[in-house]
Nanobody, 121 residues
Framework: QVQLVESGGGLVQAGDSLRLSCTASGGATGSWAMGWFRQAPGKEREFVAAISWTGGSTYYSDSVRGRFTISRDNAKNTVYLPMKRLKPPDTAVYYC??????????????WGQGTQVTVWS
C-alpha cells in the first residue's frame, strides 16, 4: 500500500510561518492528486488544500486561501504546504492524503500519521 509521511509541524506564535511536507512511497504515487486535511480536538477532520497530479490545479478552503500554498515535486513524490500568517484556529493535526482527481476536496481514505501544528497568541 501507499505510505504517506508528514513532517514540518511545530509550535509557533500567531503570525509566524511553517512549511509542511508529505512524502509518498509505493506504486504510482506520482500520478495521484494529493491533499491536506486537518483535525482539531473535538472537531471533524476538514479539508485544507489539494493539488492535481500535474500541479496545474490547486484547491483551498476559504479559511486558508491566500495564506497557505500547496505545491508538489513529483520527482521526489512530495507535496508541500507552506503556511503563512498562522492563526490560533489553524491549530490541529495536519494529515496528508490521496484525493480523487475529480473530487479533490475528499479523500480516498489513505492517510499519513499526521503532524501537529500549534499556534499560540
Amino acid at each position: 500500500q501507499v505510505q504517506l509521511v508528514e513532517s514540518g509541524g511545530g509550535l509557533v506564535q500567531a503570525g509566524d510561518s511553517l512549511r509542511l511536507s508529505c512524502t509518498a512511497s509505493g506504486g504510482a504515487t506520482g500520478s495521484w492528486a494529493m491533499g491536506w486535511f486537518r483535525q482539531a480536538p473535538g472537531k471533524e477532520r476538514e479539508f485544507v488544500a489539494a493539488i492535481s497530479w500535474t500541479g496545474g490545479s490547486t484547491y483551498y478552503s476559504d479559511s486558508v486561501r491566500g495564506r497557505f500554498t500547496i505545491s508538489r515535486d513529483n520527482a521526489k513524490n512530495t507535496v508541500y504546504l507552506p503556511m503563512k500568517r498562522l492563526k490560533p484556529p489553524d491549530t490541529a493535526v495536519y494529515y496528508c492524503t490521496l484525493v480523487p482527481p475529480r473530487a479533490p476536496t475528499t479523500s480516498i481514505g489513505t492517510w499519513g500519521q499526521g503532524t501537529q501544528v500549534t499556534v499560540w497568541s
